[in-house]
Structure formats: C-alpha cells, structure tokens
C-alpha cells in the first residue's frame, strides 16, 4: 500500500491550511482523485505569482520547489505554462493559493 496521501484529501488540506494562515485558496483545475500530481501557485494580492512543484531529492524527501515564475513584462507566459502542463498531464491538480508570505505557507507543507 502507498504512503501517499490521495489528491483530493491532499488539496483540501492544502485549503484549509491557507484559510487558516488567512489566506484563501482555490482549484484551478481538479485531476486524478487519488493519483494526481499537485502544483501550488502562490501569490499575494494576486500579483507575483509563483509555481511549485514537488520535486523528489536525493535524501527521499519531496519538498515544493518554485519551477515557474511570473514574468511582470510578460504575465501570460506564465498562465501560458499551466495551459501546456494541464494538456500535457489531464490527471494534475493546481491549486491557487492567494496569501501573505506564500514562502512561508510553503515551508509549512510536509516533505
């Protein structure tokens, strides 16, 4: 049996922990209910926003790393980017999360 968390219970943790950081969140898009690869954008006020990703390290741990920033010169390059990930992989999760300190929330998440 897996130790991972499923999807959907994983994103509605990742709801409730921003809400009750004082910030709010919402699914961009919904994937595989069990399975599913979460991304996280970050953003305060809605600007700068910020794509993490889980990326798996050589100690085992999976920690969120940025993999995409937003471009003030250029801010649909980065809504752009989702567009290609979600066609290239229909199962992903991505989840908005509008919040003070967004690197903060992040360090809050489990490796």
Do not use: C
């Amino acid at each position: 049996m897996s130790e991972r968390l499923p999807a959907h219970l994983e994103i509605s943790g990742l709801i409730r922990l921003a809400e009750s950081n004082g910030g709010s969140a919402m699914v961009l898009n919904k994937g595989e209910r069990d399975a599913g690869t979460v991304l996280i954008v970050t953003m305060f006020r809605g600007r700068d926003a910020r794509l993490f990703e889980r990326m798996p390290q050589l100690d085992g741990t999976r920690p969120f790393i940025v993999t995409k920033s937003q471009d003030t010169e250029n801010p649909h390059d980065f809504s752009g980017y989702l567009e290609r990930r979600q066609s290239q992989d229909p199962d992903i999760w991505v989840l908005e999360v509008d919040i003070d300190d967004p690197e903060r929330f992040i360090a809050l998440l489990p490796r």
